[in-house]
Every structure is written in structure tokens, then in C-alpha cells.
């Protein structure tokens, strides 16, 4: 398995996006960029983000966009597009999921997105979002439907900072 | 101040209709086509033309159009702004008048796209191939997300985007210069076809084909060529600031920012000692009928939330308090990306002449605005008056 790009992801596995925080003024970007986009400041460390956010916005891609756009090994099928607060940052992702149940404020987790096979075979890798309750592993599988998956949440929630920020994104106010 | 500033008016326009065309027509034809029809307006000649700016996006380099206007050895600047290109050529020529380079310019801006929803490089707009690659790179998806997000928060229905959309095309139905003349009622939009939930097929704009020009004049000469030159009280031009939800960002940051729209309006209304409530007659982006609604309080025109009850009201029609789009807008006559921010200039300058037709505006309006936004977070407004009229 490898990322489609070496900067998106702070790890695999456990999936983790990676940001760029400013020194200067706190700012996260996503991916981490070289410089500051509120301060102009150039001194950025990377950090993971949070893997749980709210879903900001959100629409579906029911066309196949053009070129360099490019379909997965199945052929293109439609796919949920958003914005998820993570708190620090609003990233803007692919989402998994129903998008009949989409709704902004909603709880959402970070999934892997298998793309395409790479040179050795093995998927090649970006990253989503999907409802945080949607009775799925944080692999993207589907449960056999007995288990819950408070097993893999909880695995999650020993990053106390990053839950925190996501909560705190909950409420979206700042943004009107 | 004003006193001393070297007024810059529009003594002539032409449009090469925007939509489909002969395949062997080519984007700079056009834009000799709209040139030649400007310069004819405004009864002057090529060879008059002291400064000349073009711009287009896809459809080579503007400058090129030399070969066939004539070769006068006029300094001509090329512009590439993306959908903001148009109103960045008009400033750039105004600046140049401004600067007593020539008392005489030419704006001219083409595009002939192929069908179907535009295709970006990431690296044109400084992001990794992933983004592209991954499916995150559509410009209708930042549509509908912006729109989504936008209604949500200020209480306002989908509907209100079917509405706008109507609004359009029944415009552009009284437009014979238009691309799409049907009118469509809000219902046969909102049922049509899904592109990017909420926004259906008849609430995106397409790209299109199309050239438009127009001839600016130092005031003092404006008045000896021109019957009724209309003034270009201001144009102004903004990149993004912080915190402003734009086309092509993989990310944003939780404090909000205004957006690149709020800083060009606000400066061109300082700029032509005008405010918002001024306006008579309105151009603004409608890449998709959300922006429309978005566009009207972002540039000042209403309050957010204040949409509702506006266009339910009819206002927003040619027969309203606030005509927005009188010629059916980038929704009924496509996007030529280098053309759409003239095509706007030359729809508010017929309103103020008084020479529109089917949609003239009643009341012969005096203070016209302009607006366009385009990728990666960039507009140009214009605030266009009645010459003579004082602030």
C-alpha cells in the first residue's frame, strides 16, 4: 500500500492525515505547506491532524470529471465530495457513505480511499472521509453486523488533543 | 480628489454572441469580430487606438489579433485571470488613461472552450497531481459546496436556486444576443438532471464560445465621440484574503475571512464615492445560480439571508428594484472565460444608454456595478455611472 502523494499523510496505519503548523501563528494547512498562508511566516512543523471532524459541507460528484481526473480500476462511479472540520483545519475530502444521509454538522471519520494498483500491485492509496457511525471498520470494510465498532473508535481516542479540537469544530460558529 | 482624477469612459461596445459556432471559427476571430464592432460603435478607428489589453484564457495570445486589426505598433498587454480576466484587461486599460498613455484604448476578450465542464492543471494552480488525480479538482464542486454551505447558514432554500436559474433564462429570452432562449420555470430546473447536489444542469453555467470589446476614452474626449458615454466611476481588483472559502483549496482555516468578491466591491464603491444602495442595474458572477445569490451579499447589494424575499419579490428581475443579470448572465449566455466580465460591462452600459431592448430597465437607471470572481480566488468590479452624474 502506498500514498498517492508522500506529503498527505502523517501515517498508514493507523491512517493519518499530515498538516503544517505554523510556528509563528498557529495556523494548520493541509497538506503542510512551506509557508504561512495567514502570517507568511516559513517555519511550519508537521503534525497529524485529527481523524474525527464534522462534516462542514458536502455535494457528490455524479459526473466523471475530465482528465487529470482519474477513475479507479472498477471504472468511475459517482462519489461524495465535503469539507470536514477537524477543529485545527477544514479539509476537503472524498467521502464514503450514502450521501442520502449526508448532513452538515454530522460526525465523520477518516478512511483510506484505495485508488488504483501501483507498480507493485499493491493499492495505491488517498484519503476520505464517511459518517462516523456508519457500522463500518476504520478500513473501510463492512462489519458482519453484530459487532460495533466502539472497539475501533476507542482505539482512536487516545490522541486526546486532536478528539478535543474536533469537538470544538463541532459547532462550526466561527464560520457562519 | 475626484476633482483632479482623469475620468475614463466607454464610448463604444461590440459582442460576438456568445454559445456554439462553427467549429472553424476560431476565438480570435471572434475577438476581431467584437473589436471591429466596438471601434464602429464608438466611430473611431484602429488606427485612433493608443493602448490596447486583451485577454483570453484558452484561445491564444490576444495580442496576436494585431495581425488583422492592423499593424499600428500599439503597446498591447495580454491578460490571463481566469473567469476574473475581462475586468482585470478593463483596469488595466483604464490605468493606462489614467497614467496619460493615450486618450484612446481597446479591451477585448474571447474564448472558445470545448464542450463540458472545465479541466484544470494542478500545478497552474500550485497543487500536487493527487488533488487532480483523486477528483478534487472540479470547479462545479466548489459551486455546490459554497452554495450548500452558504444557504445553510443563512436559513435560504434550495428553491431559491431554481428560482434564480428561471430568472436567468427568462432573461435571456428577451436577450437576442443570448445563447439560451427558452424560459425554464423553477420546477422544470429543479427536477432536471443532478450534476452536483443541489445544483442541476440548468443552474451551472457552460463554457462557451464568444468575444466582446469595448472602447474607453479619456473623459474630456468621451464627450466629443459619444452621445451618451457612460463613466467608468471605478474598477477594482482583488486576490483572496485569509479564511475565504475558495475554488481549488484542499483546505481552509476555522476563522472565517471575506471573501476576494467583498474586498474588490468595497474598494470600487470607495473608489467611485458610491455605495452598495446606489446601484440601479447589476451584473454579478452567476457561474451558477448560487453565486448569484451569494455575490449579491458579498459585493454589498443585500444583507445575507435577505435573498428570499428579494427574488420573491420579483426584484432582482429587469422590471425589479435591483435588475441583477438583465441579459440572462453567464446561466443563459455561457461562460467565454477572457469575454464574460465585457459581456457584463457592455449589458450595463446599453441599461444606462438606454439602449437594451425587450430587457431595458425602465426608469432609465443612472449607476450600474459589475462583478466577476474566478479561480483560484480572484475579482474585478466596476461601478459604472451616467457621465456628468455627481456622487
Known sequence: MTAVDPGLFGSLDPPRLAGGRCANCGTVSFPPQTGCARCAGTELARVALADRGTLWTWTVQALEPKAPYRAPGGGFAPYGVGYVDLGDVIVEARLLGDPAGFEIGMPMRLALLPLWPGPDGSPVVSYAFRPADDGTAHDGTAHDGTADDSTADDGTA??????????????????? | MSGARVEVCVIGVGLHPFGRHDPALTGMAMGAKASRLALADAGVSWADIGYAVGGSNVSGKPDSLVGVLGLTGVPFVNVRNGCATAGVALATAANAIRAGETDLALVVGFDKHERGAFAASPADYGHADWYGETGLMVTTQFF???????????????????????????????????????????????????????????????????????????????????????????????????????????????????????????????????????????????????AEIYHMAETGLCADGAQQELIDRGETAPDGRLPVNTDGGCLANGEPVGASGLRQVIDIVLQLQGRAGARQVPGRPRVGFTHVYGAPGISACTVLTVQGLTA
Request: glycine share 8%; proline share 5%; with cysteine.
Open chain 1, 158 to 176: 487516545d490522541d486526546g488533543t486532536a478528539d478535543g479540537n474536533a469537538a470544538d469544530g463541532n459547532t462550526g460558529g466561527e464560520r457562519g
Open chain 2, 144 to 290: 455546490a459546496m459554497k452554495d450548500r454551505r452558504y444557504l445553510h447558514a443563512h436559513g435560504l432554500s434550495d428553491r431559491l436556486l431554481g428560482q434564480v436559474a428561471a430568472k436567468a433564462f427568462r432573461c435571456g429570452a428577451l436577450n437576442p444576443d443570448a445563447w439560451r432562449r427558452k424560459a425554464l420555470t423553477a420546477d422544470e430546473i429543479m427536477r432536471a438532471r443532478m450534476i452536483n447536489p443541489p445544483l442541476t444542469q440548468y443552474m451551472l453555467c457552460s463554457p462557451s464560445e464568444g468575444a466582446a470589446a469595448v472602447v474607453l476614452a479619456r473623459g474630456d474626449r468621451a464627450a466629443d465621440l459619444c452621445e451618451h458615454p457612460v463613466r467608468l466611476a471605478a474598477v477594482a481588483k482583488r486576490t483572496r484574503r485569509f479564511g475565504s472559502f475558495e475554488v481549488f483549496a484542499p483546505w481552509l482555516p476555522p476563522q472565517a475571512g471575506e471573501s476576494a468578491s467583498v474586498d474588490a466591491a468595497r474598494a470600487a464603491f470607495a473608489s467611485a464615492e458610491l455605495s452598495p444602495a446606489d446601484v440601479q442595474v447589476a451584473q454579478l458572477q452567476d457561474t451558477d445560480a448560487g
